[in-house]
């Protein structure tokens, strides 16, 4: 580009830089603002949906069970039984 075509057109791109700020600092914000919005929708639809699986965690020697009532009612007998 020649020299002077950039003498030209650097205030006339600065006068257009200025002139639409205000609107591009208004779409950020009502960017901003749907965003935070449907974040917060997205949370909530991500909680009813969600199944536990967890990508970061292994379980290479199998998961934990947890205990049942059952197996918790034989632990009591049997500290009864010893105490």
Not at 15 to 28: E, N, S
Not at 51 to 80: I, M, V
């Amino acid at each position: 580009m020649p020299a002077a075509a950039i003498i030209v057109a650097g205030p006339v791109l600065g006068l257009m830089y200025a002139a639409f700020l205000p609107f591009i600092g208004i779409a950020m914000l009502v960017k901003l603002v749907a965003q935070k919005a449907g974040g917060g929708v997205m949370e909530l639809a991500h909680g009813g949906a969600s199944f536990g699986w967890r990508p970061s965690e292994s379980y290479l020697t199998g998961r934990k069970k947890k205990e049942t009532k059952k197996d918790e009612a034989s632990k009591d007998a049997e500290e009864k039984k010893e105490g």
